[in-house]
Nanobody, 131 residues
Framework: QVQLVESGGGLVQPGGSLRLSCAASGFTFSSYLMSWVRQAPGKALEWVSDINSGGAAYYADSVKGRFTISRDNAKNTVYLQMNSLKPEDTARYSC?????????????????????????WGQGTQVTVSS
């Protein structure tokens, strides 16, 4: 069965860095777009970043220039390197598997954390940015 298992969250001071990992199994990882989404307490689910099957990456404006998404198809793992963290980055971060291999700008549901585009989600890992 499909599994997505996130790790790497924790408590970090403002300006610090964390690297999140999402280990995938149960499907042909290299064929699918993978996303990171986040949800802060009391707030709506927010799309953070996509990486498509070809390795093209897309970012929310709120994280562009600070976060980097990458994937290692040999390890069936997607990563999110988070630098220059801010208190407003505090959230539970989850990875999700898209129904498609690519969903670039202009595609339906691009940059939206919609249930219509994902068929599997991980349990998430908590990131807290605080001094």
């Amino acid at each position: 069965q499909v599994q997505l298992v996130e790790s790497g969250g924790g408590l970090v001071q403002p300006g610090g860095s964390l690297r999140l990992s999402c280990a995938a199994s149960g499907f042909t990882f290299s064929s699918y777009l993978m996303s990171w989404v986040r949800q802060a307490p009391g707030k709506a689910l927010e799309w953070v970043s996509d990486i498509n099957s070809g390795g093209a990456a897309y970012y929310a404006d709120s994280v562009k220039g600070r976060f980097t998404i990458s994937r290692d198809n040999a390890k069936n793992t997607v990563y999110l390197q988070m630098n220059s963290l801010k208190p407003e980055d505090t959230a539970r971060y989850s990875c999700s598997k898209d129904l498609r291999g690519d969903r670039g700008p202009g595609s339906p549901y691009y940059s939206r954390p919609s249930l219509e585009r994902y068929d599997y989600w991980g349990q998430g890992t908590q990131v807290t940015v605080s001094s």
